[in-house]
């Protein structure tokens, strides 16, 4: 499986893709480097956001995380936060169907961090979680990057 690692304000990224589609982004620098034609758009589209996200809009570029049909109609939904918004756990639950747990389950397992935009959805008092590599410090940079909070 092809991976692409590049520098970020967060720290080193790894973008991985299977079958012409991005199927995760991890925290570290990858093991193996393999410059295909969509992993270096990712990583130059992924350049430019952390420079002006509000300019960048939805993540153009196919993707495909592994999960149950659950967690991948809760991830559609999240692409659908626009930049900049937030929304809680509890509103997810009520849009998608489930309960603010569950949904906060399948946030939790987001195979492709910042591209599924996860770092959107907040607790009703505080932030909630964040399973980045630097915890509720990304979610807030995140956050504040994109001028949410």
Known sequence: MPQLSLHSPLGPLTLSEEDGKIIS?????????????????????LDKWFDEPKTMGTFPFPLDPFGTPYQKKIW????????????????????????????????????????????????????????????????RWLLNLEEAL
Do not use: F, M
């Open 25 to 45: 982004l991890d925290w570290g620098w990858g093991r193996d480097q393999t410059e295909t034609p969509l992993l270096c758009e990712a990583r130059d589209w």
């Open 76 to 139: 559609a939904a999240l692409c659908a936060i626009p930049v900049g918004k937030v929304t809680t756990y509890q509103a997810l639950a009520k849009q998608v169907g489930g309960s603010p747990r569950s949904v906060g389950q399948a946030v939790g397992r987001n195979p492709i961090p910042i591209l599924i935009p996860c770092h959107r959805v907040v607790a009703q008092r505080g932030l909630g979680g964040y399973s980045g590599d630097g915890g509720l410090d990304d979610k």
